[in-house]
């Protein structure tokens, strides 16, 4: 436990007057919150809206993020609370990303937590209550591990999803190295070496995150800059003769095809990978959350055209899948299916 460093002697004068926030600004954060709950898309009712994080401290500073939380009970989602919480990790990633929301110069996270999680934050305040759950002093802000590492997580998991077969990879990591300096310099510039922000940036040099973004991004530049010999490989031919006739693909045209359609081996499939075509290594395929119709066929040729919410159970061991939110693969799955 770490206690008692430097503070402000008030809330950030940009969100707060005295220790309430002013309508118009928690009517703009709520109203933004709700936009983001409706694109979780989940059935799972809100708890509550709060602020966290420093900015609902006292060791704010004017490069601070506005941390929105949306409380869900994760096991209204689904009974596999880790998987839903695999889910919300990728909703809050794909919306930050998407929608860069910022309010003077301040970055508006937002996050589905779960609201059984303990509040590991010392300053959270109920913003469709307009009180506060635990109210911070300027005199008393400790920080434990569990706050540490929730605050260093959320860039451990852009790190892992990084996909360097994206053409988009390098400007991801470039993306992420900026929100990192911006995320140390906010902690150092208010509570100095033991600010949340910094500890949490040492978590993540601790636990090997800084190298593997360093080695990722060593590792697309060299890419970037061989020269290959192009191959040729029919993949809506091969997928044809697959589905239709006896002459099933091999493992090293599994391989070709997982190559040349730029796939992801992920069991998560189009939860963490939308628009990309995917290997699921099962044949229980769920479409719940994915709003797009799917095309999926495993080793024995069985396919089913998947639409949004449905369930399907396949005859083999894993599942190929090319999403139809892309013109290019609707129109090769069309061909396929003449």
Same mark, same amino acid.
């Given at each position: 436990?770490?206690?008692?460093?430097e503070?402000?002697?008030?809330?950030?004068?940009?969100?707060?007057?005295?220790?309430?926030?002013p309508?118009?600004?928690?009517?703009?954060?709520?109203k933004?919150?709700?936009?983001?709950?409706?694109?979780? @898309?989940?059935d799972?009712? +809100? &708890?509550?809206?709060t602020?966290?994080g =420093?900015?609902?401290n006292?060791?704010?500073t004017?490069?601070?993020?506005?941390?929105?939380?949306?409380?869900i009970?994760?096991?209204?989602?689904?009974?596999?609370?880790d998987l839903?919480?695999n889910?919300?990790?990728a909703?809050?990633?794909?919306?930050? =990303?998407?929608?860069?929301?910022?309010? &003077?110069?301040?970055?508006?996270?937002?996050?589905?937590?779960?609201?059984?999680?303990?509040?590991t934050?010392?300053?959270?305040?109920?913003?469709?209550?307009?009180?506060?759950?635990?109210?911070?002093?300027?005199?008393?802000?400790?920080?434990?591990?569990?706050?540490?590492?929730?605050?260093?997580k959320?860039?451990?998991?852009? +790190?892992?999803?990084?996909?360097?077969?994206?053409?988009?990879v390098?400007?991801?990591?470039?993306?992420?190295?900026?929100?990192?300096? &911006?995320?140390?310099?906010?902690?150092?510039?208010?509570?100095?070496?033991?600010?949340?922000?910094?500890?949490?940036?040492?978590?993540?040099?601790n636990?090997?995150?800084?190298?593997?973004?360093?080695?990722?991004?060593?590792?697309?530049?060299?890419?970037?800059?061989? +020269?290959?010999?192009?191959?040729?490989?029919?993949?809506?031919? +091969?997928?044809?003769?697959?589905?239709?006739t006896?002459?099933?693909?091999?493992?090293?045209e599994? =391989?070709?095809?997982?190559?040349?359609?730029?796939?992801v081996?992920?069991?998560?499939?189009q939860?963490?990978h939308?628009?990309?075509?995917?290997?699921?290594?099962?044949?229980?395929i769920?479409?719940?959350?994915?709003d797009y119709?799917?095309?999926?066929f @495993?080793?024995?040729?069985?396919?089913?055209?998947? &639409?949004? @919410?449905?369930?399907?159970?396949?005859?083999?061991?894993?599942?190929?899948e090319?999403?139809?939110?892309?013109?290019?693969?609707?129109?090769?799955?069309?061909?396929?299916m003449?």
């Open positions: 436990m770490i206690n008692e460093y503070t402000q002697s008030e809330l950030s004068p940009v969100l707060w007057k005295d220790d309430s926030i309508k118009k600004i928690r009517t703009g954060l709520l933004i919150a709700l936009r983001f709950y409706e694109y979780l @898309d989940v799972a009712p +809100i &708890k509550d809206i602020l966290t =420093s900015s609902a006292y060791n704010w004017p490069n601070s993020d506005i941390d929105l939380h949306v409380l009970d994760y096991s209204d989602v689904d009974d596999n609370v839903v919480r889910l919300m990790m909703k809050k990633s794909i919306w930050n =990303s998407k929608y860069p929301l910022t309010y &003077k110069n301040m970055d508006i996270e937002l996050y589905a937590q779960d609201s059984e999680e303990p509040h934050s010392t300053g959270v305040y109920s913003l469709m209550h307009n009180k506060w759950i635990k109210q911070p002093t300027p005199q008393d802000i400790q920080i434990d591990d569990a706050e540490i590492a929730d605050k260093a959320p860039f451990a998991y852009m +790190i892992d999803q990084l996909d360097t077969e994206s053409d988009s390098l400007d991801e990591i470039d993306a992420i190295r900026d929100k990192l300096k &911006k995320f140390r310099k906010c902690g150092l510039d208010s509570g100095g070496e033991y600010s949340l922000e910094n500890l949490a940036f040492k978590w993540l040099r636990n090997g995150y800084l190298e593997k973004l360093a080695k990722t991004r060593e590792k697309v530049m060299m890419q970037d800059m061989e +020269i290959t010999e192009s191959k040729q490989f029919d993949a809506e031919s +091969i997928i044809r003769r697959h589905l239709y006896k002459d099933k693909m091999t493992e090293s599994w =391989s070709q095809l997982h190559d040349a359609m730029q796939a081996t992920d069991p998560m499939g939860w963490e939308p628009g990309r075509c995917t290997l699921i290594p099962s044949n229980n769920t479409m719940q959350f994915v119709p799917v095309f999926g @495993d080793e024995t040729g069985h396919y089913i055209l998947m &639409k949004p @919410d449905e369930r399907h159970m396949y005859r083999g061991k894993q599942v190929f090319i999403p139809l939110n892309r013109k290019d693969y609707a129109e090769m799955v069309e061909r396929i003449q």
